[in-house]
Nanobody
Framework: QVQLVESGGGLVQAGGSLRLSCAASGRTLSSYTMGWFRRAPGKEREFVAATSRSGGISVYVDSVKNRFTISRDNAKNTLYLQMNSLKPEDTAVYYC?????????????????WGQGTQVTVSS
């Protein structure tokens, strides 16, 4: 099985940028479809973005399209989420997740492994 560790979260002003990383160990990242999810205080977990094993297919929730970019470096066993033009409503704990199927999914239930999360706080 794979272990996932997120990093790169922090406090940023609205309009700023952050890049999250998700380092995989135990198995190669290329074996998994990968996704990013987030959970804001008092809200349910929300899908953010997902990418296929090769990175050739990516999907996003509408609220982050044209602001966030998911990417992966399978040689480095690392998944990324570049977040630009951040808004206060992006404040949440962000989680990366791995899915054995090669079909990117928006449903958290479809993912097999999860990281511990990294906090992103956007101030207005």
């Amino acid at each position: 099985q794979v272990q996932l560790v997120e990093s790169g979260g922090g406090l940023v002003q609205a309009g700023g940028s952050l890049r999250l990383s998700c380092a995989a160990s135990g198995r190669t990242l290329s074996s998994y479809t990968m996704g990013w999810f987030r959970r804001a205080p008092g809200k349910e977990r929300e899908f953010v973005a997902a990418t296929s094993r090769s990175g050739g297919i990516s999907v996003y929730v509408d609220s982050v399209k044209n602001r966030f970019t998911i990417s992966r470096d399978n040689a480095k066993n690392t998944l990324y989420l570049q977040m630009n033009s951040l808004k206060p409503e992006d404040t949440a704990v962000y989680y990366c997740a791995a899915r054995i199927s090669d079909v990117p999914s928006r449903a958290g239930e479809g993912y097999d492994y999860w990281g511990q999360g990294t906090q992103v706080t956007v101030s207005s």
